[in-house]
């Protein structure tokens, strides 16, 4: 594994060798772009995800981090296709910009001239420059990997094999947010146990916050589970190996939130089941590791290789330019929320309430007493919790009474 990447590293230096110098003018674009992503996504780390609104502006500046890379990839590509691509975006960055600020009546017209004028000079540059057209010469060659093993996938530890587990990790840390919604919905539909906690704004308000703990699932799935389900099957029959591997699935995932609980979750604050049937230490239950197990068996034994073979049959340079704003968007969504957390549920709740207060014409009848259910219902999940983090603390008086004691 660690020898086929040293070679494609030793490969893509060979070849970065022989493409054409890029012009000063170039270089400098590449490196205000490089400045740009870097500084941009600091200043996400930084920020609170309250004080950031996904308005027009902020989801242009972003959609714009999306296409820097994308171009950067591209332009150490020398790839002929980077002028159009960068000719058309910076006339879709004047044109829709301009339409936004006019149909929403905030348009300043010195404002407005002064931000297009990046644009304006990238597009003048890529447009006339007949060095740009010399160097971006190479053309987008759209043909299928020729390495494939068998089923029509990519070689294991391949570059295309690690591209793909890299688009996976993003997309299904997504995922996994939204599969963690469903499953609290159930809960509050009371079709399957546990708590409903209404108060996690990361959980509910803010749909594009990943979960990575779900995206390394997958990515265990492509490297262990999946050829682990295929061992079986050829060594028993279809029946008993898929069997093992659903059990394998179970435990290896149930192991992931123990061990993520452990680091994240140490007093319960995030998740508590301990007054679920079959728990370990309130980190994990029967029911979740049953629920994981049908889950991951389902991407283990479908949706991976379906999504393999798929990606395998699609041009490779495409496949990597879609990779590179995957994972850009993805970095977007989790620098926003690496450091400062949204504001809790009852902040907002409280605040909305004292607002009404102020202005009776704050909220409706019906919001206010919807308002006043949740806060009452946040009182006893506090309780809840004060309950469990007292009896911890218990537990731990009496481990340490006992060590002493031995």
């Known amino acids: 594994m660690v020898q086929t990447i040293i070679e494609t ?8 060798r022989e493409r054409t110098p890029l012009p000063v003018t170039l270089n400098l674009l590449a490196a205000i772009f490089s400045i740009n992503i870097v500084v941009t996504l600091v200043i996400l780390i930084f920020s609170s995800r309250d004080l950031i609104d996904y308005d027009a502006a902020n989801l242009f500046d972003w959609l714009n981090l999306v296409f820097e890379a994308v171009t950067l990839w591209m332009i150490w590509y020398r790839l002929k296709v980077t002028r159009p691509f960068v000719l058309a975006f910076t006339a879709f960055n004047v044109m829709v910009g301009t339409a936004v600020h ?20 990238i597009f003048l540059y890529f447009l006339r420059s007949r060095r740009v057209r010399e160097v971006l010469s190479e053309d987008l060659v759209l043909e299928r990997m020729e390495l494939q093993e068998e089923g029509g996938m990519a070689p294991r530890w391949s570059w295309p094999f690690v591209r793909n587990l890299i688009m996976y990790f993003c997309v299904f840390s997504f995922l996994g947010h939204w599969m963690e919604m469903s499953f609290c919905l159930a809960i509050k539909a009371g079709l399957v146990g ?12 803010d749909w594009f916050y990943p979960f990575p703990m779900h995206g390394m699932a997958v990515v265990l799935i492509g490297v262990l589970l999946y050829p682990l389900w295929r061992t079986l099957v050829r060594r028993t029959n279809m029946i008993v190996g898929s069997l093992i591997s659903f059990v394998l699935n179970g435990l290896t995932c149930g192991l992931i939130e123990f ?31 049953v629920g994981f197990a049908f889950a991951a068996s389902i991407i283990a034994w479908m949706v991976y290789p379906w999504l393999e073979r ?42 909305a309430l004292a607002e009404d207060d102020k202005d009776p014409n704050y909220l409706t009848d019906e919001e206010r007493a919807s ?8 009182d006893y999940l506090d309780a809840y919790k004060a309950e469990n983090q007292a009896r911890l603390e218990r537990e731990r008086a009496e481990q340490a009474a006992a060590a002493e004691g031995n």
């Open 371 to 378: 308002y006043e259910e949740e806060l009452a219902y946040l």
């Open 9 to 16: 590293m030793r490969s893509e230096r060979a070849d970065a």
């Open 310 to 351: 798929t990606l395998a049959k699609l041009p490779a340079a495409a496949v990597n330019i879609a990779s590179v704003a995957v994972l850009m968007v993805f970095l977007v969504a989790q620098t926003l929320y690496l450091v400062e957390p949204p504001i809790d549920y009852r902040t907002e709740l409280e605040y």
């Open 259 to 289: 061990i993520c609980g452990l680091m994240w979750n140490a007093e319960l604050q995030n998740w508590d089941y301990t007054n679920m049937p079959f728990n370990f230490m309130g980190q994990v239950c029967l029911q979740n590791v």
């Open 102 to 121: 006019l149909a929403m009546h905030t348009m300043d017209v010195g404002l407005q001239l002064a931000s297009i004028i990046p644009d304006v000079v």
């Open 194 to 205: 546990g708590e409903y906690d209404p108060s996690n704004t990361m959980l509910w308000r």
